[in-house]
């Protein structure tokens, strides 16, 4: 085996110190990425070290590299050692440990490369593990959270990254001598210590203690930021601060966050008269309430006390002072993004934090599979203790990872009872989703297909994916709406609502009501979700749409990136803004752009069954107030990505060219026959379109990928809307649906699922003879 001491003598270095061998000039190089990388961070060399360096850089020989050495070992918190098998050894450094409450510091980490390694090298302390489990794997039922003061959560204090950004390398070079940069967070104040292990790649660390090295800091104690944060009328509110520092680390660590922190985000959402901990230094902050604000950006620069930041909100909209409320119907505190430990997923109060923070009046906080035993328990069928109106929160269920989930998920909102009979936990629900919806509308219940553009996808019937499972990515055969082509149905969206929406079932009061009330919109890509509503709309149903973010599970970003705005006369409640979804009498929106006060001649949107009746055929005077705003400069990233790309709505993608304007479009029976062009400047504008109506229609008004109405059936001569190729599609869709459903319904449900679904056929044959 080869010994430190016979490298040495290979390289004719023998008596010498370890790198004094080193050639200057690729080594002094790297000196110089140092003083500019260190300098960018933020800790600097002092000037009198800053002065040596560049002497000795000028200077370009081995005694520059000695003078630089003796500068640099100062700074070095660690020496590393790559051995010739490549094996990896740690020792402390000369630097003093010193780190900052909420904080960031730099230090250096010597390496000795005597293998010539030139892979990363990496750095791990078990100090720095994650403060939870994140993902959504299904918990034991009933089982003890942990508990966020166990030792194994508390002493996690410590985050770290070595910094590869430009001007650094993100690879060691392979010269003999170099050093790296090292940064460490400290969560805490005092004295904390931590123990730290560096690797090359997998099976590099040396043998037992010789890999890792324990470290005590003083950490010192942050300074105080009080929060002055007030709404549009000066009241006090809570909103989002995004604090990141020229280096552009984001503040408070993320991976040291627990609700109502999310670690998933980059943001925080913070009241009136609180206040967070950052140390001295300078700060880019951005201040926002939800997408109807306008952002504010400003440097903060924070240096040897405490100190306050005083912020307003700033509205370039406010549908709420028109009556419309919005309001994100499918939102999650367990599952996916969320940790189940420390918790199994968070609480009413975090999740009513964030949605205030994001100014969305209604969340609906769906409790599904994963954590479902623990999360069950906050369920009242009423809203939620933790509600302060106007923002309503109240706990409903998602059917997702259990009972009828396989052909398709479903939001049950206003339920009376959380509990499908005959059990008291998820393995006995139904596998037929018809069955589902007749026990949720039973108690009165808002019931409608979760992201549901899934499954449904435009594939070409030669495409090979059509008979795999869905997967996003696959590129689609047309974006044209309406389209013909009959989708895989191979996905967890809309797809059984094929089904159910020919389906009336008895309703609280013994009534028959329709089985589906909505279609989720703005989660899923529009073309894929809007298709098959408007085409069932052109069948005669009336299925009205509401905005969803599935969060944090389609989008983590934040609550309320798809939302509804639901007019209302009567008081904010949970309930009404439902009963507003079931009526139609609300508009869906990634809220960058609104259609409001939709009307054909004088009735107004979600009034009188939505219902116009002409008598012949005549003009109809179409009115809205329309207002949308982009940024000035475009976003080619979005505007022209693929519909199955993120984010699958946003005002982007309507931009016209280069231009700040986007289309309003008035459909019927889902074909845009009109549009008007609008600036995206914030301005509302109030637009008017003449309307010719031949025979029965829905109308409908939209800003591609970005706000859509409900529809207003317009009858002529009392009779029903019906478009022979829409009807001639749904049938066909019943068949496809079949072939990918049949087999996840359970033999006992066999028989329902063969009668539900040739009633389908039927109602569909029917309708095509009328």
Not at 621 to 630: D, E, F
Not at 644 to 661: C, M, V, Y
Request: hydrophobic fraction near 35%; include cysteine; glycine fraction near 8%.
């Amino acid at each position: 085996m080869k010994t430190r001491s016979f490298l040495l003598a290979v390289l004719g270095m023998t008596n010498l110190t370890w790198g004094a061998g080193v050639e200057p000039q690729p080594f002094l190089a790297a000196v110089q990425r140092i003083i500019e990388a260190t300098s960018f961070l933020g800790t600097p060399f002092s000037d009198d070290e800053i002065a040596t360096l560049k002497a000795a850089i000028t200077q370009n020989d081995a005694a520059a590299v000695e003078k630089v050495k003796s500068v640099l070992d100062a700074h070095a918190l660690f020496h590393v050692t790559i051995t010739p098998e490549q094996r990896v050894k740690v020792e402390r450094g000369a630097a003093k440990a010193v780190l900052d409450e909420a904080g960031w510091r730099q230090y250096l980490v010597r390496v000795e490369n005597e293998a010539g390694v030139t892979a990363r090298l990496a750095v791990s302390s078990p100090q720095a593990k994650e403060m939870y489990v994140k993902g959504s794997p299904p918990v034991a039922p009933h089982a003890k959270p942990r508990d966020p003061g166990e030792p194994a959560i508390s002493t996690r204090w410590l985050d770290l990254q070595m910094f590869e950004a430009p001007p650094m390398q993100p690879t060691l070079s392979g010269l003999g001598l170099e050093y790296r940069i090292v940064q460490l967070y400290s969560r805490d104040a005092g004295k904390r210590d931590a123990t730290f292990s560096f690797d090359t790649g997998q099976g590099t660390q040396d043998l037992g203690f010789r890999n890792e090295t324990s470290v005590l800091f003083d950490c010192q104690a942050a300074r105080e930021v009080k929060l002055a944060i007030t709404d549009e009328n000066g009241q006090p509110c809570i909103a989002e601060l995004l604090i990141k520092d020229k280096a552009g680390r984001v503040y408070p660590s993320q991976i040291k966050r627990h609700a109502p922190d999310f670690f998933f985000h980059p943001q925080i959402y913070r009241g009136d008269g609180e206040s967070l901990k950052l140390p001295d230094g300078e700060y880019d902050v951005v201040f926002r309430r939800g997408p109807e604000s306008v952002p504010e950006t400003r440097k903060v620069a924070i240096s040897g006390q405490n100190t306050s930041w005083s912020f307003q909100v700033k509205r370039w909209i406010d549908p709420s002072k028109l009556g419309w409320w919005s309001g994100d119907h499918h939102i999650h505190a367990a599952g996916c993004a969320h940790y189940s430990v420390p918790t199994q997923g968070v609480h009413a109060p975090d999740m009513a934090r964030h949605c205030m923070g994001e100014d969305l009046k209604i969340g609906a906080n769906l409790t599904w599979g994963p954590c479902f035993d623990y999360q069950k328990q906050f369920f009242t069928g009423t809203e939620d203790k933790e509600s302060r109106f106007p923002f309503l929160l109240r706990y409903d269920v998602e059917v997702s990872g259990f009972g009828s989930h396989k052909s398709g998920h479903l939001c049950l909102l206003k339920l009376k009872e959380q509990m499908y009979p005959g059990g008291d936990s998820t393995d006995h629900w139904p596998t037929l989703c018809l069955n589902t919806l007749k026990w949720a509308k039973k108690q009165g219940a808002l019931t409608g297909p979760a992201h549901s553009g899934w499954g449904l996808q435009p594939l070409a019937e030669n495409d090979p994916a059509r008979g795999q499972q869905y997967k996003l990515g696959l590129p689609s055969a047309t974006d044209e709406l309406p389209n013909f082509i009959v989708p895989p149905f191979n996905g967890i969206g809309a797809c059984e609502y094929i089904v159910d929406v020919t389906h009336m079932v008895e309703g609280p009061d013994g009534k028959p009501v329709p089985a589906v009330d909505f279609m989720s919109m703005v989660d899923t890509p529009h073309t894929w979700e809007l298709n098959i509503w408007y085409h069932t709309l052109n069948a005669g149903f009336r299925t009205r749409i509401s905005g969803e973010t599935d969060f944090p599970c389609i989008y983590g970003e934040r609550v309320g990136l798809g939302r509804a705005y639901v007019k209302l006369d009567e008081r904010l409640s949970y309930d009404a803004w439902c009963e507003g979804i079931r009526a139609g009498r609300a508009y869906v929106s990634d809220g960058k752009s609104h259609l409001i006060d939709f009307k054909a001649n004088d009735l107004e949107l979600g009034t009188k069954n939505s219902e116009l009746r002409l008598a012949k055929p005549a003009s109809v005077k179409v009115t809205v107030k329309a207002a949308a705003l982009l940024d000035e400069q475009p976003r080619p990233d979005i505007q022209n990505a693929p519909a199955g790309q993120k984010p699958f709505w946003d005002l982007e993608r309507a931009r016209i060219g280069t231009s700040r304007n986007v289309p309003v479009e008035l459909l019927v029976n889902g074909f845009a026959v009109q549009k008007q062009i609008i600036a995206a400047d914030g301005t509302m504008r109030d637009l008017t379109f003449d309307l010719p109506i031949e025979k029965s229609a829905w109308i409908a008004l939209r800003i591609r990928a970005s706000s859509h109405t409900n529809p207003i059936f317009v009858i002529v001569d009392d009779k029903p809307i019906r478009e022979k190729r829409s009807l001639e599609w749904c049938l066909k869709s019943v068949d496809q649906c079949w072939s990918q459903k049949e087999s996840l319904i359970a033999p006992k449900e066999h028989a329902e699922a063969v009668a539900a679904y040739e009633h389908a056929r039927k109602v569909y044959r029917e309708r095509l003879e009328e």
